[in-house]
């Protein structure tokens, strides 16, 4: 391959990758988004409770404010001294319930105590860098210089022209479908 094609191989390889950054980072702002959902979802279920909760306690307030002008309007005095101190008691009960139930400050904060931490992230797509991890190629044997006598094999090498590399990690397969054993570096 010439220099033009390695180029462009490896330009369409960089291009795929950040691909795959770029959807990984859509998933998981599609998760994050959610999470920000649920949470306003949450806020406005306890808001809503509150609002049912208000409701109740004024419906409550109302009927007896209704029953007392009710009790005021009789003109039976006898009966009204039997139940004003009843009324009096169920009035001071509800001022008392008033102040706890209908509370000014809101059940949820409108406010989200969250801040989305990017910095860890923009640091790493900054630091994004090209390794040379690329294995290097097999090397060149040379049969000539090669023996093998009473169960021992002697293997003579030598690397590739232009190639820097200094030993390779012989490994021996036995042909059991099993893991490669590691015989001993070999340097040049």
Not at 24 to 31: K, W, Y
Not at 161 to 172: A, D, M, N, R
Request: charged share 20%; proline share 5%; hydrophobic share 40%.
């Amino acid at each position: 391959m010439t220099a033009q094609e390695n180029c462009s191989v490896f330009e369409s390889q960089i291009s795929s990758q950040c691909d795959l950054l770029a959807e990984a980072l859509e998933c998981r702002r599609r998760e994050l988004l959610a999470f920000a959902r649920r949470e306003r979802d949450a806020k406005l279920k306890a808001l809503k409770a509150q609002l049912s909760n208000c409701t109740v306690t004024l419906q409550r307030t109302t009927a007896l404010l209704q029953f007392c002008i009710e009790a005021l309007k009789e003109t039976d005095h006898a009966a009204f001294l039997q139940i004003g101190s009843a009324l009096v008691n169920r009035v001071a009960n509800v001022d008392v319930t008033w102040h706890k139930d209908m509370a000014p400050t809101p059940w949820a904060s409108p406010d989200f105590d969250l801040t989305l931490d990017q910095r860890s992230v923009l640091d790493a797509v900054n630091q994004l860098t090209f390794t040379q991890l690329k294995p290097p190629g097999a090397p060149q044997l040379i049969p000539e210089d090669s023996t093998a006598e009473n169960n021992c094999v002697t293997v003579a090498w030598q690397p590739r022209v232009g190639s820097f590399v200094q030993g390779y990690v012989l490994e021996l397969d036995d042909g059991n479908a099993g893991p490669f054993r590691v015989s001993r570096a070999c340097l040049s």
